[in-house]
């Protein structure tokens, strides 16, 4: 679009004339050497020197110059490339290559990512990011050039609403025109991205106006109050004519134009930082995750009216498509304003601009660093639950791989999204400012669809979706008469399968080992009927069932039966089970400590292909239904030889004295344990209560054997307190006591 929104109607030119900058109303691009300075005068003003130039002769001159011009070309290459990366996402979507995001499920608010997309798809959407954001971030920019070059030419006020107004209403009639054509009339408003740069553009557009109306009455009040200091006359001639004027240019009024200048960008800034932090503030679920989220956000947890709903948050309903809510994008085209103002300010040498961009964009790498590192300003806490997760539980869900670090938030943009785009679009514009005037005259191709964005967007849509919507009609039908050919004709129980809740009813009366192992594997929609059903994942013990009994625990049928010394047995009577670690298991192999390390190391190196597999399910799967919420560690506690007793610690007590609080139990209090995972969840039952002796007692010597390294000196001679000769009780590295001959007899 020769003059479109896309195309920002920048009039980035200048003219050289007299020796001066001066801003030029036309808008062509020529092949002189680029520059981003403003000029002596600028709108708004700023105090760049003490040369002034007559507000009453700069708009007849501007008009009057037939002097070759120049277009800054990094804004113009930038755009291109942002349209080259644009249609290649729009690619993915209209022939449906891949899926369109950078994890399974999109880039939603609050939507759980459980796997990655592969690398290359990945890779560009990565890069695709930086589109919608870049193509406001240079709008704004351009409202910038815009409203001081018709400035110049003596617009109104009320000329330039008009013009921002007419503009804003034809990008949302392309808007309209574009869903019904389409969709063949079934959606009437589609937002792609048209109708957000159109409003974005009009409050850009509103808000310089009103920054150029504020900033001089700021200057002014500010003026009063600072204390009048003026210099000596300065004489020179103005532009080109013949005369000479003297004036005398008062310290006190270039302060104030410099405050009002600085204050007003520091408004924008803030302006710019409020309007994309509204994002995380009006989050129906504030970016974190719900355990139960299926879809991403709740719909009752939203605005129920469209017309509101359609400027902040995403909007699909049968009619209405908006997927780039209008304010939830302004931040960046008052980002791009503020960077316009800053360029326009002063003649600035190249150096200045390149080093004030890269020092722009590493604030915002910084800043992108931070949300990952600090966890602020992210509207997916929570959410990441792939391999990369699973296998750093417990750390920083960012951290635990590159594609976790940049993976972003875009409907609607978060802050980590506003920082990470924000710096690839400044790297890329500095980048294209460092390459010479020779060689980026060569990037003909850029050049043109940065020049004439508009056209090229309506061209490539038209042509991409047509294209697309012909070669999945043609695979469609192929693989239609494809499955004819290879498949059997669908039967009467293939079709009462095929619905989920009868599927789901039937799967509900299997057992968990056919459930777990075979049913996932009959097909695709098997399987997503099993991993989202709310009801088959606690029945596979992979979700907490909240209608369990603690009193009642059930406990995991499918690790029972493949660990069964791991749960009490039916003649245990309740006692916990005691694996102790004696000499003769050592040396004999005998004792069943000896069984359980022996079976349990049997079954994971029987495959430990899967037993290794990041995504297995025993990563995962609950030991008992209610799930084990405080965890205990066995340790040896027999004050009696006829009993097996443990002792646990739980989480919640305090801990008074080096001695640490426990609770014990006694012949009539037994202990049921079951050992999962690491895991050991003691159960007690009731009996009659015993003395409780005054801390942790040491074993009997003939109950329980030492565990000594070989050559390891033996113990000293212990008291009757269990204290040895060192005065330090004994440390054991067993979990219980084995019982001795004569008890088992």
């Given at each position: 679009?020769?003059?479109?929104?896309?195309?920002?109607e920048?009039d980035?030119?200048?003219?050289?004339r007299?020796?001066?900058?001066?801003e030029a109303?036309?808008?062509?691009?020529?092949?002189?050497?680029?520059s981003?300075?403003?000029t002596?005068?600028?709108?708004?003003?700023?105090?760049?020197?003490?040369?002034?130039?007559?507000?009453?002769?700069?708009?007849r001159?501007?008009?009057n110059?037939?002097?070759?011009t120049?277009?800054?070309?990094?804004?113009?290459?930038l755009?291109?490339?942002l349209?080259v990366l644009?249609a290649?996402?729009?690619?993915?979507?209209?022939?449906?290559?891949?899926?369109?995001?950078?994890g399974g499920?999109?880039?939603?608010d609050?939507a759980?990512v459980?796997?990655?997309?592969?690398?290359?798809?990945?890779?560009?959407?990565?890069?695709?990011?930086l589109?919608?954001p870049?193509f406001?971030?240079?709008?704004g920019?351009?409202?910038?050039?815009?409203?001081?070059?018709r400035?110049r030419?003596?617009w109104t006020?009320?000329q330039?609403i008009?013009?921002?107004?007419?503009?804003?209403?034809?990008?949302?009639?392309?808007?309209v025109?574009m869903?019904?054509?389409?969709?063949?009339?079934?959606?009437?408003f589609?937002?792609?991205?048209?109708?957000?740069?159109?409003?974005d553009?009009?409050?850009?557009?509103?808000?310089?106006l009103?920054?150029?109306?504020?900033?001089?009455?700021l200057?002014?009040?500010?003026?009063?109050?600072?204390?009048?200091?003026?210099?000596?006359?300065?004489?020179q001639p103005?532009?080109?004519?013949?005369?000479?004027?003297t004036?005398?240019?008062?310290?006190?009024t270039?302060?104030?134009?410099t405050?009002?200048?600085?204050?007003?960008n520091?408004?924008?800034?803030?302006?710019a930082?409020?309007?994309?932090?509204?994002?995380i503030?009006?989050?129906?679920?504030?970016?974190?995750?719900?355990a139960?989220?299926?879809?991403?956000?709740?719909?009752?947890?939203?605005?129920?009216n469209?017309?509101?709903?359609?400027?902040?948050?995403?909007?699909?309903?049968e009619?209405?498509i908006?997927v780039?809510?209008?304010?939830?994008?302004?931040?960046?085209a008052?980002?791009?304003?503020?960077y316009g103002?800053?360029?326009?300010?002063r003649?600035?040498?190249?150096v200045?601009?390149k080093?004030?961009?890269?020092?722009?964009?590493?604030?915002?790498?910084l800043?992108?660093?931070?949300t990952?590192?600090?966890h602020?300003?992210?509207?997916?806490?929570?959410?990441?639950?792939?391999?990369?997760?699973?296998?750093?539980?417990?750390?920083n869900?960012?951290?635990?791989?590159?594609?976790?670090?940049?993976?972003v938030?875009?409907?609607?943009?978060d802050?980590?999204?506003f920082?990470?785009?924000?710096a690839?679009?400044?790297?890329?514009?500095?980048l294209f400012d460092?390459?010479?005037?020779?060689?980026?005259k060569?990037?003909t191709?850029?050049?043109?669809y940065?020049?004439?964005?508009?056209?090229?967007?309506?061209a490539?849509?038209?042509?991409?979706f047509?294209?697309?919507?012909?070669?999945?009609?043609?695979?469609e039908?192929?693989r239609?008469?494809?499955?004819?050919?290879?498949?059997?004709?669908?039967?009467?129980?293939?079709?009462?399968?095929g619905?989920p809740?009868?599927?789901?009813?039937?799967?509900?009366h299997?057992?968990?080992r056919?459930?777990?192992?075979?049913?996932?594997?009959?097909?695709?929609?098997?399987?997503?009927?099993?991993?989202?059903?709310?009801?088959?994942q606690?029945h596979?013990?992979f979700r907490?069932?909240f209608?369990a009994?603690?009193?009642?625990?059930?406990?995991n049928?499918l690790?029972?039966?493949i660990?069964?010394?791991?749960?009490?047995?039916?003649?245990?009577?309740?006692?916990?089970r005691?694996y102790?670690?004696s000499?003769r298991?050592?040396?004999?192999g005998?004792?069943?400590?000896?069984n359980?390390?022996r079976?349990?190391?049997?079954h994971?190196l029987?495959?430990?292909?899967?037993?290794?597999?990041?995504?297995a399910?025993?990563?995962?799967?609950?030991v008992?239904?209610?799930?084990?919420?405080e965890?205990?560690?066995?340790?040896?506690?027999?004050?009696?030889r006829?009993v097996?007793?443990c002792?646990?610690?739980a989480?919640?007590?305090?801990?008074?004295g080096?001695?640490?609080?426990?609770?014990?139990?006694?012949?009539?209090?037994?202990?049921?344990?079951?050992?999962?995972?690491?895991?050991?969840v003691p159960?007690?039952?009731?009996g009659?209560?015993?003395?409780?002796?005054?801390?942790?007692?040491?074993?009997p010597?003939?109950?329980?054997?030492?565990?000594?390294?070989?050559g390891?000196?033996p113990?000293?001679?212990r008291?009757?307190?269990?204290?040895?000769?060192?005065?330090?009780?004994?440390?054991?590295?067993?979990?219980?006591a084995?019982?001795l001959?004569?008890?088992?007899?």
């Open positions: 679009m020769g003059s479109g929104v896309l195309n920002q920048t980035i030119s200048t003219t050289r007299g020796g001066a900058d001066v109303a036309s808008s062509m691009p020529t092949q002189a050497p680029q981003y300075g403003g002596a005068e600028t709108t708004p003003p700023f105090p760049i020197d003490d040369q002034p130039i007559r507000d009453d002769d700069a708009p001159k501007i008009a110059s037939t002097s070759p120049t277009r800054v070309l990094a804004p113009d290459l755009r291109g490339l349209m644009m290649l996402d729009h690619t993915v979507v209209a022939l449906n290559s891949w899926k369109h995001g950078q499920d999109g880039e939603l609050g759980i459980r796997r990655w997309n592969w690398s290359l798809a990945y890779a560009i959407r990565t890069l695709t990011h589109c919608a870049g406001t971030f240079l709008m920019m351009g409202v910038a050039y815009f409203g001081r070059s400035a030419l003596g006020s009320y330039m008009r013009h921002f107004a007419i503009r804003a209403a034809i990008l949302t009639l392309i808007t025109l869903g019904v054509i389409f969709t063949a009339g079934k959606v009437w589609l937002n792609a991205v048209m109708f957000s740069l159109a409003i553009y009009f409050l850009a557009g509103l808000l310089w009103v920054v150029s109306k504020t900033e001089p009455a200057q002014q009040l500010v003026g009063r109050w600072l204390p009048e200091s003026t210099e000596p006359a300065a004489t103005l532009l080109n004519e013949s005369r000479s004027i004036t005398t240019t008062s310290k006190a270039a302060r104030a134009n405050i009002s200048w600085h204050v007003h520091l408004v924008l800034l803030a302006l930082a409020v309007t994309i932090w509204w994002n503030w009006l989050s129906p679920n504030s970016g974190h995750c719900q139960e989220d299926v879809m991403p956000v709740a719909a009752t947890s939203l605005p129920q469209t017309a509101v709903q359609i400027w902040f948050h995403m909007v699909q309903t009619r209405i908006s780039f809510p209008p304010l939830a994008w302004l931040s960046f008052i980002l791009g304003l503020l103002r800053l360029l326009i300010a003649s600035w040498s190249p200045a601009i080093c004030t961009t890269i020092l722009a964009a590493s604030g915002f790498a800043l992108f660093v931070l990952r590192v600090f602020f300003g992210n509207l997916s806490e929570g959410c990441l639950q792939t391999e990369d997760q699973a296998s750093h539980p417990g750390s869900q960012y951290l635990a791989s590159p594609q976790s670090f940049f993976y938030i875009k409907y609607p943009p802050v980590a999204f920082a990470y785009t924000m690839g679009n400044l790297f890329l514009l500095a460092v390459i010479p005037l020779q060689v980026t060569r990037f191709l850029l050049l043109t940065g020049t004439s964005a508009l056209f090229f967007y309506l490539h849509q038209v042509i991409l047509s294209l697309g919507a012909v070669l999945q009609s043609l695979f039908q192929l239609i008469k494809m499955s004819a050919i290879t498949q059997p004709p669908t039967s009467q129980n293939n079709k009462v399968l619905i809740e009868i599927l789901e009813a039937i799967l509900l299997v057992d968990m056919t459930l777990l192992v075979s049913a996932l594997r009959v097909g695709r929609f098997w399987y997503f009927v099993v991993a989202r059903s709310p009801q088959l606690r596979l013990f907490e069932d209608s009994q603690p009193a009642d625990p059930k406990t049928p690790l029972r039966e660990f069964p010394f791991c749960f009490p047995r039916d003649d245990d009577d309740g006692r916990a005691v102790a670690k000499e298991c050592a040396t004999q005998e004792g069943e400590y000896y359980f390390a079976r349990t190391a049997a994971i029987r495959n430990p292909v899967a037993f290794n597999r990041l995504q399910s025993w990563r995962r799967i609950l008992q239904q209610p799930p084990l919420k965890v205990g560690d066995l340790v040896t506690m027999a004050p009696d006829r097996l007793a002792q646990t610690r989480p919640d007590r305090q801990i008074r080096p001695v640490p609080a426990v609770l014990r139990a006694d012949a009539g209090r037994a202990v049921t344990g079951a050992r999962a995972h690491g895991h050991l159960q007690h039952a009731r009659p209560r015993r003395r409780e002796l005054p801390g942790p007692v040491a074993p010597a003939r109950g329980v054997s030492e565990r000594r390294h070989p390891a000196r113990p000293g001679p008291r009757e307190d269990g204290v040895g000769s060192r005065g330090r009780r004994p440390q054991y590295r067993h979990r219980g084995q019982p001959e004569e008890e088992r007899r």
